[in-house]
């Protein structure tokens, strides 16, 4: 089955602790996001990557680092730089031609001890 | 900046009757995404619309887009229980490239018996 998939599904981290969120697709799209949700909000743009070995920030990127080694994987390492990471993080693939939709994976949430 | 906003934020209707929900954005866009989020759950893509005037229904649900008022609207038709959700709109902007789309703060739905 294609798909997206997180993990973990939930994770709690220390003050002070580096934290790695994995993101996986086969679905062979080139494009992968990292979106943060808090409580009650809409989705905010971490980092995405259009193509593999490239990747630019988005809205909120302090604190946050990622790489783009294999196209189907995507992951973000949530940093002790990141002073409130506790949120519910997505990540999203998109297809490729006209449509662009975005496709969302299950999510991890982390929570900071 | 693309801004989004939509309204209301928070709904609450009764079983059978309908409502609408609206999306406005603020800047050139022919890109339009809505989206479903259960509680705890990540978001699940209703509909994708591409040009001014194009309108998708799915069961109880109707998207439509108007490119020229900046405005698409969800319309909720003899709503159930099962559609209490938070549903989100995005909008992708037309700046040449640009392939990061600005996400809605929400709308949440309750559908009380």
């Known amino acids: 089955d294609g798909g997206i998939t997180q993990s973990p599904k939930y994770l709690f981290r220390k003050e002070g602790q580096n934290v790695t969120l994995s993101c996986e697709q086969n679905?062979?799209?080139?494009?992968m996001y990292w979106y943060r949700q808090d409580p009650g909000q809409g989705l905010r743009l971490i980092y995405y990557?259009?193509?593999?070995?490239?990747?630019q920030k988005g809205d909120i990127a302090e604190g946050y680092s990622v790489s783009r080694e294999k196209k189907e994987s995507f992951p973000l390492t949530v940093t002790s730089a990141q002073k409130n990471p506790t949120a519910f993080y997505l990540c999203?693939?998109?297809?490729?031609?006209?449509?662009?939709?975005?496709?969302f994976g299950p999510g991890t949430r982390l929570t900071v001890l | 900046e693309l801004k989004v906003e939509q309204n209301p934020l928070f709904l609450s209707m009764q079983e059978g009757k309908n409502y609408t929900i609206y999306c406005n954005y603020s800047?050139?866009?022919?890109?339009l995404y809505w989206y479903r989020q259960d509680p705890g759950k990540s978001l699940e893509s209703l509909f994708v619309?591409?040009?001014?005037?194009a309108v998708k229904q799915e069961g109880r649900l109707m998207a439509s887009l108007d490119t020229k008022a900046r405005l698409s609207t969800l319309h909720i038709t003899a709503a159930v229980h099962d559609l209490s959700a938070t549903y989100f709109c995005a909008v992708l902007p037309h700046q040449g490239g640009s392939e990061k789309l600005v996400f809605g703060k929400g709308t949440k739905l309750t559908v009380n018996p």
């Open positions: 990557s259009q193509i593999v070995n490239d990747f």
């Open positions: 800047t050139t866009s022919d890109r």
């Open positions: 679905l062979n799209h080139d494009a």
């Open positions: 619309l591409l040009s001014n005037g």
């Open positions: 999203a693939s998109v297809t490729s031609g006209n449509y662009n939709e975005q496709f």
